[in-house]
Nanobody, 115 residues
Framework: QVQLVESGGGLVQPGGSLRLSCAAS????????VGWYRQGAGKQREWVAS???????YYVNSGKGRFTISRNNAENTVYLQMDSLKPEDTAVYFC?????????WGQGTQVTVSS
């Protein structure tokens, strides 16, 4: 049974930082395409960042220079370091892991950027 568990969200002031974690069981993240997505209130889910099995990194334009995706193979966890956070980054953040024919999702973690 595949499980993805996000953590690390919370309330942070503008300009602050958070590190989100996506811990997996039942699947080896280093063998999959892992993405972070977010969904703000009343908005569609949008892609934020990805890391491929061969460690190529991709970012949404609004996250370049502020967000860093990384993977710890020993911990089977993917991280999203978010710096210089802005109120518009407020959303529920989800991670997903894609295998041929199937995509798995976590339950999400809330990030609120507010003074």
């Amino acid at each position: 049974q595949v499980q993805l568990v996000e953590s690390g969200g919370g309330l942070v002031q503008p300009g602050g930082s958070l590190r989100l974690s996506c811990a997996a069981s039942g699947i080896i993240l280093s063998s999959t395409y892992v993405g972070w997505y977010r969904q703000g209130a009343g908005k569609q889910r949008e892609w934020v960042a990805s890391i491929t099995s061969d460690s190529r990194l991709y970012y949404v334009n609004s996250g370049k220079g502020r967000f860093t995706i990384s993977r710890n193979n020993a911990e089977n966890t993917v991280y999203l370091q978010m710096d210089s956070l802005k109120p518009e980054d407020t959303a529920v953040y989800f991670c997903s892991a894609k295998t041929p024919g199937r995509e798995y999702w976590g339950q999400g973690t809330q990030v609120t950027v507010s003074s």
